[in-house]
């Protein structure tokens, strides 16, 4: 995003809204919104642990370390992928779908809305 960008979005949306677990401002304030890969990143989880957790998550995954703080990756719950296989296109899979919610953070425009 470069500086013209950044201020239009600005402009257009000066509030935005973010969902996290209560008690997680000390880790935000210290890390940042972190995504999911960049929290599995930061926590060095490799192996099976990441790619469970980078799948569709029906539970949501707590990572913890005493140096790090605590970070909660939500639970994916209203995602089917049955329901995912019939709506991609342009040979898009689940998987593929899981990998790019996986790699960002979100916000929302009103309170409603989260």
């Known amino acids: 995003m470069n500086a013209d960008e950044r201020a239009e979005w600005l402009r257009d949306c000066p509030t ?4 996290a677990e209560a008690g997680a401002w000390p880790t935000i304030r210290r890390h940042g919104l972190l995504s999911p890969v960049a929290a599995l990143d930061l926590f060095a989880i490799d192996g099976a642990a990441r790619e469970a957790a980078l799948r569709r998550r029906p539970e949501s ?3 913890e370390r005493a140096d790090l703080g605590r970070i909660v990756l939500r639970d994916q719950k209203p995602l089917n992928d049955k329901a995912l296989t019939r709506c991609l296109r342009d040979g898009l899979v689940p998987a593929d779908w899981h990998a790019r919610l996986n790699g960002r953070v979100f916000f929302w425009l009103s309170r409603k809305r989260v």
């Open 61 to 63: 995954i707590v990572l």
């Open 16 to 19: 935005l809204f973010h969902m």
